[in-house]
Every structure is written in C-alpha cells, then in structure tokens.
C-alpha cells in the first residue's frame, strides 16, 4: 500500500490516538458515559460555589466546601483502594457510582425546595467525596485491565481530554445556567448527566482480583497499612504524588474565582465560568496534540518541566491581578490565557503521572496506591482551596495567587533535586 503523504502522517502523530477507542468496546462505553457525566459534575462543581458564595458573600465559606470534601476523602480513598483490590472492581465501582448519583438527585432537590442552608451543601459535598474516594479508585484499576500497556498513555490521554473537555463546559455552562435559569436547573442537568456514567460501568465485565494475585485480602486496616508500606519503598512512584501535591495545594485557584469575577473583574457568574474554563482550554487544546505523548521516554522530566509551567502561569494570573487592580477590559483575556498555559501544562503532567503509576504498580497493588493517588489528586486541590481561601481573606485574591505560583515553582524544583531518580525516569525502563 502506497503510504500517505507526509503531512497526513505528521497530524496522526500530532492529535491524539484514538486506538483505544476503536479497539476496545468496553473502554469505549465507559469512556463516553464518564465523558458525559463529567460535564454535568464540573457544572455542579461550580454551581455549589455560586450557591454558598451567593449565601455568604465570603471565600473563605466556599474555601470551606474544600474543607468539607477533604476529610471525607482522606478517610475513605486509602480503604476504597483497599476495597477496590479485595472485590469486583465493577462492582465496588457500580455501587459508589449509585451513591454519587443519590447525592446528585439530593443536590438538585435542596435547590428546588429553597432550603438555602451552607451546612446541608457542605454535608452533600462531604458524602459525594466519600462516594468519589471509592470509584475513582476503581475506575482507575480497571484502566490496565481494560487496555495494553502499550495503549495506556493513549488511554490516559482520552480521558485527560474529556476531563478537561469537561472542566471547560461545565464551568461554562455553570455560570449560564445559574445567572439565566438558578442553581435548580444546573444541579438538576449534573443529575441527569450521571446516567450515562452508570450505563458505562453497568456494562463492563466482571473484573475480579486476578488468580493467585500476591498480597490480595479482605479490605481493612492491614491491607491500607501494606499498601503504605509498598509506596515507601517505590520513589518514582511516591514522587507522582508529592509533585502535584506541590502544585495542588500551592497554586490551585479556583477558590479565587468567585471573588476575582465578581469584585475584580466587576462581572458576575458568566466570568467567573470563563475563569474556570480557562484552565480547562489549555488542557483541551494539550490532550487534542497529544498524539506525541506516546513516543516520550523521560516522562519524569516532562512531570516536573509542565508544574514548573504550570506555577509561573498561576503567579503571573496573580501579578495581573496585584499590578492592574482596576484595570481594564485587557485583564480577562490575559488572565484566560494564563490560565490555559497551566491548565495545558497540567494536563500533559497527569497523563504521565497517571502512566507512572499504572506500569510500575502491580495489579494487586493497583487499587491501594490509586486510592492513595485520589486522595492527593482530589485531596490536593480541595486543601488547596482552603489555604488560598483563607490566604485571601487577609493579602487579597491577586497576592495569594502569586505567592502561591511562587511557591509551586520553587516546591517542585526542590523535589526534583532531592529524587533526581525521577527525572531520569525512562519510559522502556521503568523502575518503580
């Protein structure tokens, strides 16, 4: 067969590989229902911070919707990794993605009922982050069953993008639907949305513990226990999560946007999804490119290179808000692509975190160390709003968000210097 030209091969390296896609019906289902559902749960994701804003007129009180997820998530997402490597990972996965759609359906009928109440929010939120420290986990261990290795990165990809796909209609749609019809309507599409991501698990094959698995047993305290143990001793491994802790806690500022649309930009809940949707342009347009991912060997180097883009993008979000105070019309498309510089840098950072940790693991470890993982990729973010919160409310929204830049940048290079293993890592060689 006579090969194609040259520029048709150089765009099937350059967007993204779609082979999962095609090879794999359950990869394909589960996939298109996740993609679905997360759009509906970023819209609710910001929609709540609306709603308690609204309620409160105070960051700090929407920093404590973080506070609320944290603690939940911490608790559960060690023994929901546990869980998840003792049973049916379909199963553990079907039955927590049940409770996050109860939870979606309790959401929307505290918003139709005017029940206006911060503390039922923060208690929904809480029991949504106990449910998601159990199926994250699971639908993550289900990954390297489902395709090769060799496709993983691929996989990954796809789901980066349509997370980030997600990330940015969602906050988008968020603020449309909150300023033109209220938080009913908004919660009430997340709820709908959900099915497609129970169609998804629903129709998946059993996924039992592999025979003769090492180390496999009934979920508890010794099995959480044996997993923290394994993750001491694999530094590659353990340097994926200190790495986006660094980035996650420092520099995370979604937190901010409420205040920093509203006061500083003098717009309302349209800009504060445009704010949100930043991040998630950046990440969309690096999964749509990410065809030459798969073809990266030093995966570790490219980690800790993308959080250092990704904390001078946020300190200089932070600059324009400290230098340009009253600015003008300039500042919101500036402060947008910042935001999409990091959003694309974080991206192509968790695809090849998220790699690390599935080739260097072993399938009856999987579960425990992507409970761990959840619990610093979800848990991360969420103490990240609570530190940059309360950060604001004494040096003002601009300040926190430069210093916190700042400190992700020096963070990750400290990290790098102190596990200089990690940035040799070698995709054809990994070493856990």
Same mark, same amino acid.
């Given at each position: 067969?006579?090969?194609?030209?040259?520029?048709?091969?150089?765009?099937r390296?350059?967007?993204?590989?779609?082979?999962?896609?095609?090879?794999?019906?359950?990869?394909?289902?589960?996939?298109?229902?996740?993609?679905?559902?997360?759009i509906?749960?970023?819209?609710?994701?910001?929609?709540?911070?609306?709603?308690?804003?609204?309620?409160?007129?105070?960051?700090?009180?929407?920093?404590?919707?973080?506070?609320?997820?944290?603690?939940?998530?911490?608790?559960?997402?060690?023994?929901?990794?546990?869980?998840?490597?003792?049973?049916?990972?379909?199963?553990?996965a079907?039955?927590?993605?049940?409770?996050?759609?109860?939870v979606?359906?309790?959401?929307?009928?505290?918003?139709?009922?005017?029940?206006?109440?911060?503390?039922?929010?923060?208690a929904?939120?809480?029991?949504?982050?106990?449910?998601?420290?159990?199926?994250?986990?699971?639908?993550?261990?289900?990954?390297?069953?489902?395709?090769s290795?060799?496709?993983?990165?691929?996989?990954?990809?796809l789901?980066?993008?349509?997370?980030?796909?997600?990330?940015?209609?969602?906050?988008?749609?968020?603020?449309?639907?909150?300023?033109?019809?209220?938080?009913?309507?908004?919660?009430?599409?997340?709820?709908?949305?959900?099915?497609?991501?129970?169609?998804?698990?629903?129709?998946?094959?059993?996924l039992?513990?592999?025979?003769?698995?090492?180390?496999?047993?009934?979920?508890?305290?010794?099995?959480v226990?044996?997993?923290?143990?394994?993750?001491?001793?694999?530094?590659?491994?353990?340097?994926?999560?200190?790495?986006?802790?660094?980035?996650? *806690? #420092?520099?995370?500022?979604?937190?901010?946007? +409420?205040?920093? /649309?509203?006061?500083? $930009? !003098?717009?309302?809940? %349209?800009t504060?999804?445009v704010?949100?949707?930043?991040i998630?342009?950046?990440?969309?347009?690096a999964?749509?490119?990410?065809?030459?991912?798969?073809?990266?060997?030093?995966?570790?180097?490219?980690?800790?290179g993308?959080?250092?883009?990704?904390?001078?993008s946020?300190?200089?979000f932070?600059?324009?808000?400290?230098?340009?105070?009253?600015?003008?019309?300039?500042?919101?498309?500036?402060?947008?692509?910042?935001?999409?510089?990091?959003?694309?840098?974080?991206?192509?950072?968790?695809?090849?975190?998220?790699?690390?940790?599935?080739?260097?693991?072993?399938?009856?470890?999987?579960?425990?160390?992507?409970? *761990? #993982?959840?619990?610093?990729?979800?848990?991360? +973010?969420?103490l /990240?709003?609570?530190? $940059? !919160?309360?950060?604001a %409310?004494?040096?003002?929204?601009?300040?926190?968000?430069?210093?916190?830049?700042?400190?992700?940048?020096?963070?990750?290079?400290?990290?790098?210097?102190?596990?200089?293993?990690?940035?040799?890592?070698?995709?054809?060689?990994?070493?856990?």
């Amino acid at each position: 067969m006579t090969p194609p030209p040259a520029p048709a091969r150089e765009r099937r390296r350059l967007f993204v590989d779609t082979a999962p896609l095609r090879e794999n019906p359950h990869f394909r289902r589960l996939w298109i229902g996740q993609s679905l559902a997360g759009i509906g749960n970023q819209l609710a994701v910001v929609t709540i911070g609306l709603q308690v804003y609204a309620l409160t007129s105070s960051t700090f009180s929407v920093g404590l919707v973080g506070l609320a997820a944290l603690v939940p998530l911490v608790l559960l997402g060690l023994y929901g990794g546990a869980l998840v490597d003792a049973h049916d990972r379909r199963r553990v996965a079907l039955v927590a993605s049940v409770v996050l759609w109860v939870v979606s359906l309790a959401t929307a009928a505290q918003a139709w009922l005017g029940l206006e109440s911060p503390g039922l929010l923060y208690a929904l939120v809480a029991v949504q982050s106990a449910a998601f420290a159990i199926n994250n986990p699971a639908r993550s261990a289900i990954l390297p069953r489902l395709v090769s290795r060799e496709q993983l990165p691929a996989a990954n990809a796809l789901n980066a993008t349509t997370w980030s796909l997600a990330l940015t209609l969602g906050p988008l749609l968020g603020g449309v639907l909150v300023a033109t019809w209220g938080f009913e309507v908004a919660y009430t599409i997340d709820a709908v949305t959900f099915l497609a991501t129970l169609w998804g698990v629903w129709r998946l094959p059993p996924l039992p513990p592999e025979p003769g698995a090492e180390g496999v047993r009934r979920a508890g305290f010794r099995s959480v226990l044996e997993g923290l143990q394994y993750l001491g001793t694999q530094p590659n491994v353990r340097m994926t999560f200190l790495v986006d802790l660094c980035a996650m *806690v #420092f520099a995370m500022p979604r937190v901010l946007f +409420p205040a920093v /649309g509203a006061v500083l $930009l !003098g717009g309302g809940a %349209e800009t504060v999804g445009v704010l949100t949707a930043g991040i998630a342009i950046g990440s969309v347009l690096a999964g749509l490119l990410s065809g030459p991912l798969g073809a990266v060997r030093r995966q570790g180097a490219v980690v800790v290179g993308c959080i250092v883009v990704y904390g001078a993008s946020i300190a200089g979000f932070g600059t324009v808000l400290v230098l340009a105070p009253d600015g003008g019309s300039w500042r919101l498309p500036v402060l947008v692509l910042l935001l999409a510089v990091s959003g694309a840098a974080d991206a192509v950072s968790s695809v090849f975190r998220g790699t690390i940790l599935q080739v260097a693991t072993p399938d009856a470890m999987r579960g425990r160390l992507q409970g *761990v #993982f959840i619990v610093v990729v979800a848990g991360g +973010p969420r103490l /990240g709003d609570l530190v $940059l !919160g309360s950060t604001a %409310e004494v040096t003002g929204e601009g300040l926190a968000a430069l210093v916190g830049g700042m400190l992700c940048v020096a963070g990750v290079l400290l990290l790098a210097r102190l596990q200089p293993r990690f940035v040799r890592y070698d995709a054809l060689d990994p070493q856990p």
